[in-house]
């Protein structure tokens, strides 16, 4: 805050005062860089551990909203910050008439922001507590392998046709979903160094191991959204977009995962979102979708 004082200068108050909102914006910076770990931590967690969970708690999805909420904060308190900055720059102390004035606008600004900032802080801290106790993704660990993984996947799609395949199978009977996809993207991704070693040496075998995936991957269907919507929004834009697409689509519970993993695109998932407002599933067209349901047992 400023002073104002008749007959005194200001300019070394102005210089304290912007040092002081400077080491406020760093921590406010920093504040930022736990939030981008935590959504690391998060991605990590949901892809490597959940998958082999026995039960999913309804706890972990507030968590998933409470950290929406922290990095929401951090947001808005560093623009504040940048903005109460501007403020204090376009201050005219030439200006006797409209010091005063202008300093009080400061002032209150300030005070606002700051008691804003004093509630985020403690949520935060009271958040980072609850994670230590609760959840193991906040430390390092070695990766537990995805269920999806360390099952061998019985399927009875014929890997040898590799020609593009544009229909999502949902089987019940196999219990395995078959993902659409194109020959195109199977060979870049062959040839790729996200393929290393390689860990696939044919088409044959990135069809069924990347293509079919167990449905038991998608037990818990609200983490499974997240999950689905995270990792295909993270790969085109931000790590903070794709946590908030996350949170925003997970209790969308006409939404099923599967279909999610199926999209290639931020854009094929958008196209069946509005299919799905509209109650029009039956005209999305990037790709089919067929349910094989299991025989009923009489």
């Known amino acids: 805050m400023i002073l104002y004082k008749e007959n005194t200068s200001l300019q070394l108050q102005f210089i304290e005062e912007s040092e002081i909102l400077k080491s406020k914006i760093e921590i406010q910076d920093k504040n930022k860089n736990i939030c981008n ?5 998060v991605s990590d967690y949901m892809n490597h551990v959940l998958p082999n969970s ?13 950290l929406k909420n922290i990095c929401d904060n951090v947001i808005s308190d560093l623009q504040n910050l940048n903005e109460l900055k501007k403020c204090l720059y376009n201050i005219d102390t030439n200006s006797n008439d409209e010091l005063r004035k202008n300093i009080d606008t400061y002032n209150n600004s ?4 700051m008691q804003k900032i004093d509630i985020h802080d403690v949520e935060m801290q009271d958040f980072t507590a609850t994670v230590l106790k609760n959840y193991a993704f906040v430390f390092p660990t070695n990766k537990t392998t995805s269920a999806e993984n360390t099952k061998s ?15 999502l199978i949902i089987s019940e009977k196999d219990q395995i979903a078959y993902l659409p ?14 393929n290393k070693k390689p860990k696939y040496s044919s088409i044959q075998e990135i069809i069924e191991n990347k293509y079919t995936v167990h449905l038991s991957s998608f037990k818990f269907p609200t983490i ?12 085109e834009k931000g790590l903070l977009e794709a946590f908030e697409a996350a949170v925003e689509l997970m209790t969308n519970f006409n939404l099923n995962p599967i279909i999610v993993r199926a999209c290639r695109s931020v854009q094929e998932l958008n196209i069946f979102v509005d299919c799905l407002e509209e109650s029009e599933t039956e005209k999305f067209p990037c790709f089919e979708i067929e349910y094989k349901i299991a025989p009923v047992v009489v």
């Open 110 to 113: 300030y005070m606002q922001i």
């Open 153 to 167: 996947i019985k399927s009875s799609r014929d890997v040898s046709d590799t020609s593009d395949t544009n229909v």
């Open 224 to 235: 499974s959204r997240f999950r689905e919507v995270f990792n295909l929004v993270r790969k």
């Open 181 to 194: 996809y194109k020959l195109e993207e199977v060979e870049e991704f062959l040839n790729s160094k996200e």
């Open 37 to 41: 770990v935590y959504m690391e931590k």
């Open 54 to 66: 026995t039960k999913a708690s309804s706890q972990f999805e507030n968590t998933l909203i409470a």
